[in-house]
């Protein structure tokens, strides 16, 4: 079996990962799924991205130790280059990307999940955090960058120079997590999440999330600017068109 493959379900293309017995990667694994992830943008039935695992404890331990430590300087910084075009390119797909989290989520597999727009999660013991400081080293594929964006600096600073990590309900308590499920509902409320959210107008998701990334770089008055330009484009497509109608006819707008 593939150790990523992409399956398209009710307008969700899930990228599932397994390569046991952690998801741990290394070069190759990080190429296939970037080839994933431009297949899945290509694809036109797909209108969300979700990247889930089919490991039952692991979502991503992040990069194989072994092959980090057995690899030359030279051939771990091109396994890191691979990875941060991973994660660059999840984050600037114009589909809105989630991360399902229901196993331990570790180093780069974490950092894998903050470059995602939204994070669900199971309610469990396992752990989620950025332990690279315990070996001497640091997040280098987007973590510090990220996760300071996402949740309170100061526990952001606290996570990655203690190296500890946490559990799914203390991240969802900061904000890490944006949906917490209990273990045994994990799949059908992050399943019924996704589509609901695949049943939405992509062009309008697509702009929103546009400005959302970019305006946060901006000061106030650059990011009203982008807002509106993104909005006018919106007035004259199909979508815009079919949302105003079923307001109008008092009914559920049905999206392409």
């Known amino acids: 079996m593939k150790q990523i493959r992409l399956e398209i379900e009710n307008k969700v293309g899930y990228i599932v990962i397994n390569k046991p017995k952690a998801n741990s990667y290394d070069l190759d694994f990080m190429t296939s799924l970037s080839e994933i992830i431009d297949e899945a943008n290509r694809n036109n039935n797909v209108k969300i991205i979700a990247i889930k695992s089919e490991l039952e404890k692991f979502f991503c331990a992040g ?69 690279e400081i315990n070996l001497g080293l640091m997040p280098g594929n987007g973590g510090t960058q990220r996760l300071i964006r996402i949740v309170n600096q100061s526990k952001a600073l606290e996570i990655l120079i ?28 992050s399943k019924s999440y996704l589509e609901k959210l695949a049943k939405g107008p992509l062009l309008a998701m697509i702009a929103i999330k546009e400005s959302v990334h970019k305006g946060i770089e901006l000061s106030l008055e650059e990011g009203l600017k982008l807002e509106t330009q993104l909005a006018d484009g919106l ?20 999206f392409n």
Not at 163 to 188: S, T
Not at 235 to 254: C, H, M, N, S, W
């Open 162 to 189: 203690s190296g500890e990590p946490i559990i799914a309900k203390q991240a969802f308590d900061i904000g890490l997590v944006n949906q917490l499920y209990a273990k045994e509902n994990f799949k059908e409320q």
């Open 63 to 131: 990069a194989d130790v072994k092959v980090f430590q057995q690899n030359s300087v030279a051939e771990n910084k091109k396994m890191v280059i691979q990875a941060n075009l991973v994660a660059y390119k999840i984050s600037k797909s114009p589909k809105i990307v989630v991360a399902l989290l229901d196993g331990h989520t570790l180093g780069g597999g974490l950092e894998l999940a903050l470059a995602c727009d939204i994070r669900l999660a199971s309610d469990g013991q396992y752990l989620i955090g950025l332990p």
């Open 235 to 254: 007035y004259d497509t199909p979508d815009a068109q079919e949302g105003l109608k079923a307001f109008v006819e008092k009914r559920k707008a049905i």
